[in-house]
């Protein structure tokens, strides 16, 4: 199964009061497991980042000066094309997915359903209800180590939001599950492929002489033989 992890840096907060995206990050996953697939970019917004984006993220106005525009295809269309048909998992996922649509819809493009998007803020709501949410408090619960992380970023935190997901469904011991996932009854149990029986059983491991000498030795106990009264 696979999904893309999706995180996006903004110029401020609203697309309708004309923010824009600066730069997203996608780590793809099959089976909850990053497969070491990425895509990052930084995109000039074509409006001057706030103070606050620069404070949180270290993206200046310098450094999207020469880079380029959503609509151009090395932007869009990698994204798009990496982006597929599969779920994307984001943090806060109405927020994400509000930025990406309002760029979508001014290139006249189809928007993404809000269905297709995994939120894992509600998945931490839900694992823990009335704890903090936050993707730094997810990855403090889950002890995911955040130390070296002095600005946030759109490909380090979907990196850390990757490894939050996996724990959030089940952790690495998923891993250890050998249920068929394809093959699912009905009442939502998995099947699991019965193993072949070996063309030939294998011998014994027992030597005639051992078990001479072990029938020798339980004949000696008697009585004291408790199994005899089970047997």
Same mark, same amino acid.
């Given at each position: 199964?696979?999904?893309?992890? $999706?995180?996006?840096? @903004?110029?401020?907060?609203?697309?309708?009061?004309?923010?824009?995206?600066?730069?997203?990050?996608?780590?793809?996953?099959?089976?909850?497991?990053?497969?070491?697939?990425?895509?990052?970019?930084?995109?000039?917004?074509?409006?001057?980042?706030?103070?606050?984006?620069?404070?949180?993220?270290?993206? @200046?106005?310098?450094?999207?000066?020469?880079?380029?525009?959503?609509?151009?295809?090395?932007?869009?269309?990698?994204?798009?094309?990496?982006?597929?048909?599969?779920?994307?998992?984001?943090?806060?996922?109405? $927020?994400?997915?509000? $930025?990406?649509?309002?760029?979508?819809?001014?290139?006249?493009?189809?928007?993404?359903?809000?269905?297709?998007?995994?939120?894992?803020?509600?998945?931490?709501?839900?694992?823990?209800?009335?704890?903090?949410?936050?993707?730094?408090?997810?990855?403090?619960?889950?002890?995911?180590?955040?130390?070296?992380?002095?600005?946030?970023?759109?490909?380090?935190?979907?990196?850390?939001?990757?490894?939050?997901?996996?724990?959030?469904?089940?952790?690495?011991?998923?891993?250890?599950?050998?249920?068929?996932?394809?093959?699912?009854?009905?009442?939502?149990?998995?099947?699991?492929?019965?193993?072949?029986?070996?063309? =030939?059983?294998?011998?014994?491991?027992?030597?005639?002489?051992?078990?001479?000498?072990?029938?020798?030795?339980?004949?000696?106990?008697?009585?004291?033989?408790?199994? =005899? =009264?089970?047997?």
């Amino acid at each position: 199964m696979r999904e893309v992890v $999706f995180d996006t840096e @903004t110029t401020g907060l609203n697309p309708r009061e004309g923010d824009r995206i600066v730069e997203v990050g996608c780590i793809e996953l099959v089976n909850y497991l990053p497969t070491g697939r990425e895509f990052q970019i930084y995109i000039n917004p074509g409006r001057p980042v706030s103070e606050a984006t620069v404070r949180i993220t270290g993206i @200046t106005n310098e450094t999207l000066r020469d880079k380029k525009r959503f609509e151009h295809p090395d932007v869009v269309d990698r994204l798009m094309e990496f982006l597929g048909d599969d779920p994307i998992v984001a943090h806060n996922a109405e $927020f994400d997915r509000g $930025f990406l649509n309002y760029e979508l819809e001014l290139l006249g493009r189809p928007q993404l359903p809000k269905e297709r998007f995994i939120d894992t803020l509600v998945l931490a709501r839900e694992h823990r209800p009335g704890s903090p949410a936050s993707l730094d408090a997810v990855c403090k619960r889950f002890n995911i180590s955040i130390e070296g992380r002095v600005l946030h970023g759109a490909l380090l935190d979907a990196q850390l939001l990757a490894m939050a997901y996996l724990e959030l469904r089940g952790g690495r011991e998923r891993k250890l599950d050998f249920a068929d996932d394809s093959a699912v009854s009905r009442i939502g149990q998995a099947t699991y492929t019965p193993r072949m029986q070996r063309p =030939k059983p294998l011998g014994p491991l027992v030597s005639a002489e051992e078990l001479a000498a072990h029938a020798a030795f339980v004949a000696e106990l008697g009585d004291a033989a408790v199994w =005899k =009264k089970f047997g």
